[in-house]
Structures are given as structure tokens and as C-alpha cells.
């Protein structure tokens, strides 16, 4: 082997093979960055997920909080929505039977009225014919009179006749 293979084959052996000096160096600083990162850069990150795990932790506290209250409130909407219904329901039959009732009154009272009117009707109906009898009667005794006139007249032409009325007009 000459001389620069011995060389470049010393410098590859002392790659592998560790420098106790360099190996105590590494360790000391690896220490020291150690102590350095305790002091000033553990402790704050410690401090920071602490406090990032306690905003978690209240955090899922105050969710389990909310769906509680959500859930009583989704029962309290179930039950007022049913209570709802219940008194729908109870105001439309209320409905339904006040304007039967309504529909009954209003029937009672058409009938009534009718029936006022057909009395009334009736009423006026007698009292109309009672007029036309009464007129009737009286245009039937002036006609009766008017033929009576006539005849009488007719007849007290005739001497006879003439001495029946003036016998009848003696008597009265």
C-alpha cells in the first residue's frame, strides 16, 4: 500500500472511532442545552398545555352543560308543543260546539220570525177580506137599492102599485 491509501484508510478508521474528549464535549452541552431548555423553555410549554388542557377540560364541561340544558329544553318544548295541541284540540271543539249552538239559535229565531211573519200575513189576509166583504156588502145594498129604486120606480108607475106604497107609507 503506498502512502496515500495509508492515509486516506487512517482518516476513515478515526471517523468510527469515537474521541473520548469529543464524546464529553457532546454530552456536557447536550447537559447544559438540557438545563437551559428546563429553565427557560420546559417550564413555560409545561405551563401552556396545563393551561391548554384546563381550557379543554372546561370547555367539555360547559358543552356536556349546554346539551343538558338543551336536551331539558327539547323536553320542555315537547311538552308545551303537546300541551299546544291538547288546547288547540280543546278550543276548536269548543268552536264546533258554539256554533252549533250558534246555528241552532239562529234557526229557532228564523223560525220564529217566520212564523210571526205568517201570523201577520194571516192577520192582514182576514182583515183584507173582512174589507172586501164589508165593501162588497155595501156596493151589493146600493146595488140592491139602485134595482130596488128602479123597480119601485117602474112600479109606481102602475096604479096598483101605487096604492100598495101609499097604503105601506100610511102605516109607518
Keep these: 500500500m503506498d ?3 495509508a492515509r486516506i484508510y487512517q482518516e476513515e478508521a478515526s471517523l468510527f472511532t469515537p ?4 464524546v464529553l464535549l457532546t454530552w456536557a452541552t447536550f447537559f447544559a442545552l438540557l438545563a437551559v ?14 393551561l391548554r388542557e384546563r381550557q379543554i377540560r372546561e370547555s367539555v364541561e360547559h358543552a356536556d352543560k349546554v346539551k343538558e340544558q ?10 308545551a308543543l303537546v300541551k299546544a295541541e291538547t288546547q288547540a284540540r280543546e278550543i276548536i271543539a269548543q268552536a264546533r260546539k258554539a256554533s252549533i249552538n250558534a246555528a241552532n239559535v239562529i234557526e229557532e229565531k228564523a223560525r220564529e220570525e217566520a212564523r210571526i211573519i205568517l201570523e201577520n200575513a194571516q192577520r192582514e189576509i182576514r182583515a183584507e177580506l173582512e174589507k172586501a166583504k164589508d165593501v162588497l156588502k155595501k156596493e151589493s ?3 140592491a137599492i139602485l134595482i130596488a129604486e128602479k123597480i119601485i120606480e117602474q112600479n109606481l108607475r102602475d096604479k096598483h102599485n101605487r096604492e100598495f106604497v101609499d097604503k105601506l107609507i100610511k102605516e109607518i
Design 3 to 5: 502512502a496515500a491509501q
Design 19 to 22: 474521541d473520548l474528549q469529543l
Design 37 to 50: 431548555l428546563y429553565k427557560f423553555a420546559w417550564k413555560p410549554i409545561l405551563a401552556a398545555l396545563d
Design 70 to 79: 338543551f336536551e331539558r329544553l327539547e323536553v320542555d318544548t315537547q311538552k
Design 141 to 143: 145594498a146600493e146595488f
